[in-house]
């Protein structure tokens, strides 16, 4: 499972339709009433991609090998009783929300010297409503301020989170929604192997430039791309390999 975010600022929030547009313009499918990476040729792809990298934005993308949680149970979280349906999209949500955040207090810090709410747009998928997500992090930052967190390595940075802020929506109708798909299918193409047994991990190595880097380490791997669980690179083939070393080597 790929989860991808694109980070703005506030006063782009508009300018985004005018990128979508531009974007399908640049490739040519005025048909198209929204942007939708999947079902373009190879050739537009890379198009797509080479715009994105050059909007002001940046991207976190978190990659999950779900194969290896075949038959694995949680037992404090069935406990917990909290978001039964979307648990693995809600988890898998605030690895990405936990650097988006981190990044988002950095730069509200360093730009306007005070912490300023984030808005999160979450686009609309089978099985997951907008109460699911708010109750799960309404949980975690109840668990968060009792010191209570089962995992408390890291956590959304609280004070720019407004759950009251958190939006769900057809990715047809948010232009910033289209370009996080943008991400998310890239780096979806770069680990998963088409029919022909290939992996295509070029679309995913021209977004570089808008894959954050973390202000702390200046790394991107890790922050802006998040692999879960930690990868270890024997047990991955080269191939698929390919697109974590990129970002590794910076």
């Not at 404090?76 to 936990?98: I, P, Q």
């Not at 968060?144 to 967190?149: A, G, P, T, V, W």
Request: with cysteine.
């Amino acid at each position: 499972m790929v989860m991808s975010a694109v980070v703005v600022r506030a006063e782009n929030e508009t300018t985004t339709v005018k990128w979508a547009k531009d974007i399908i313009r640049d490739i040519d499918q005025h048909q198209m009433t929204h942007l939708h990476f999947s079902k373009l040729r190879e050739d537009k792809k890379s198009i797509v991609c080479n715009a994105v990298a050059n909007l002001p934005l940046r991207s976190f993308t978190v990659l999950s090998h779900k194969k290896n949680m075949k038959n694995h149970r949680n037992l404090a979280a069935e406990k917990a009783r909290v978001n039964r349906t979307a648990w693995f999209f809600c988890w898998m949500s605030r690895l990405l929300l936990e650097r988006v955040t981190a990044y988002c207090e950095y730069r509200s810090m360093n730009d306007y010297q005070e912490l300023r709410k984030v808005r999160i747009e979450f686009s609309e998928r089978g099985g997951v409503n907008i109460d699911d997500i708010k109750a799960y992090y309404r949980y975690l930052s109840q668990q968060s301020e009792l010191n209570m967190l089962y995992l408390d390595l890291y956590q959304p940075a609280w004070p720019v989170v407004d759950i009251d802020q958190f939006f769900i929506y057809p990715n047809r109708m948010r232009a910033g929604l289209q370009l996080a798909d943008a991400v998310s299918s890239s780096f979806y193409h770069a680990v998963e192997r088409t029919n022909e047994g290939l992996v295509r991990p070029q679309f995913a190595k021209l977004l570089h430039k808008t894959v954050c880097i973390n202000p702390k380490t200046a790394l991107r791997y890790g922050f802006g791309l998040k692999v879960m669980p930690t990868w270890i690179p024997s047990r991955l083939p080269p191939d698929q390999a390919d697109i974590l070393n990129h970002y590794l080597d910076g």
